[in-house]
Structures are given as structure tokens and as C-alpha cells.
């Protein structure tokens, strides 16, 4: 299995401002995923995190908006850009084992005011 | 239409009682299927693969039928720790995997 950590687990932030969330694996894994999950709804793929390269986004979001790094196979950060009321949500980190199982960081709580 | 759709529930059942979610999928390229659950204010964590051949561990019983493009996960003799919702989850080739709304399960006692 993959223990994932993220960081921070919660913020508030206000409108206009920029966060950047952190996600550390225990092991090194073949792809890293983050993920957002807003208040009632399932889990939707913001982007593939590649190492050493842009990322690959998902239709509907842009690299200025979510600005993705992945340095080595083990961490990667997603930033949340100017933010709005909109962003709030939970942001997820996943990867996928050699073992081709996905597990997921316990995520970020971002309130935007 | 989504890609992936469930029942979004609320499924309320008593303890012992068996429970089956249904799950359709769209993208006939899909080529991987599973179930995740995900407790209230938790991330999803993997319950099971689903195979073509259907699988069984413990309680827990699912099944896929790729030409109705439709899979299921039955739960038998319900516990209260069973309360969570559940996620329908296909993964196409890119390894991208594709969410359904989940199905939320509630067991009383």
C-alpha cells in the first residue's frame, strides 16, 4: 500500500489569494493525481502530475488556475490561483501503485471567504 | 450524461439485511472497474476490483457485465460499520480513473 500525507489538511483563505497544497507519498509510485471533491458531489480529476514536466490537465482546468509541480516520484504540490468562493472544496492527492491500485491522500479542506 | 452513473441513495436497511447498488457506464473503452467507499469527511478507499468473472470477498459480492456495460455490488447480512457511500469507479487506459456521484448506504439498527 501507499500512506499519502498531505498538507495543510484545512485552510481558510480569502478571495484574490493563492494556496499550495502538498502531497508526500512513503513510497515511489508510477503516476500522481490530484483530485477535487466539492461539498456533495463525487470526485472529479483536475490533473495528472508528471514528474519533471507540465502536467496534463482534465477539460476545464487550466495550468494558470492550478499550477501543478512534481519534482521527484515521490511529492508533488497543486497551487490554487486567485482564488474564489467557487474553489471551495476538497483537493485530493492520489497515485497509482506498481500494484495498479489508486489510493488517496486524506485531502485538503479549502474554505475561500 | 455522465460517464458513470449511480443511484445516489440514500439506500436505508436494517442490520442483516443484504443490499445490491447497480452502476452503468458509458465509454465501452473502460477497461477497468472497482468499488471505492468513502466514509463521511474521508478520503475514498478501495473496496474491491471488479472482474468480468465476478468476485466475492467476505460479505461483499460484485459483478460486471461489459456488454450491458453495467456493474453491481451486493452486500450481505448488513453491518452498521457498512454506512458510507459507495463509489462506482472505471479506469479507461490512461489510468485515469472516472467517478460515479457514489450511492449512499445507511444501516440502522
Known amino acids: 500500500s501507499a500512506v499519502i500525507s498531505q498538507k495543510p489538511s484545512r485552510d481558510i483563505c480569502q478571495r484574490g489569494t493563492s494556496l499550495t497544497i502538498q502531497c508526500q507519498v512513503d513510497?515511489?509510485?508510477?503516476?500522481m493525481f490530484w483530485y477535487r471533491q466539492q461539498p456533495g458531489q463525487s470526485l472529479t480529476l483536475i490533473a495528472t502530475?508528471?514528474?519533471?514536466?507540465?502536467?496534463?490537465?482534465e477539460s476545464g482546468f487550466v495550468i494558470d488556475k492550478f499550477p501543478i509541480s512534481r519534482p521527484n516520484l515521490t511529492f508533488s504540490t497543486l497551487t490554487v490561483s486567485n482564488m474564489s468562493p467557487e474553489d471551495s472544496s476538497i483537493y485530493l492527492c492520489?497515485?497509482?501503485?506498481?500494484?495498479?491500485?489508486?489510493?488517496f491522500g486524506p485531502g485538503t479542506r479549502l474554505t475561500v471567504l | 450524461r455522465k460517464e458513470v452513473e449511480q443511484d445516489p441513495g440514500p439506500f436505508n436497511v436494517p442490520e442483516g439485511a443484504t443490499v445490491a447498488f447497480n452502476c452503468t457506464y458509458s465509454?465501452?473503452?473502460?477497461?477497468?472497474f472497482f468499488w471505492y467507499r468513502q466514509d463521511c469527511r474521508k478520503e475514498p478507499k478501495l473496496l474491491m476490483s471488479?472482474?468480468?468473472s465476478g468476485n466475492e470477498d467476505g460479505r461483499f459480492t460484485a459483478q460486471l457485465n461489459r456488454a450491458s456495460q453495467y456493474i453491481s455490488l451486493l452486500i450481505r447480512d448488513s453491518k452498521l460499520s457498512d454506512s458510507a457511500t459507495y463509489l462506482c469507479?472505471?479506469?479507461?487506459?490512461?489510468?485515469?480513473?472516472?467517478f460515479g456521484t457514489g450511492t449512499r448506504l445507511q444501516v440502522f439498527p
Open positions: 502530475a508528471n514528474q519533471g514536466s507540465e502536467a496534463t490537465y
Open positions: 469507479v472505471v479506469r479507461h487506459n490512461t489510468d485515469k480513473l472516472i
Open positions: 471488479v472482474y468480468s
Open positions: 492520489s497515485v497509482l501503485t506498481s500494484t495498479d491500485t489508486q489510493y
Open positions: 465509454n465501452s473503452a473502460s477497461q477497468s
Open positions: 513510497s515511489q509510485v508510477t503516476m
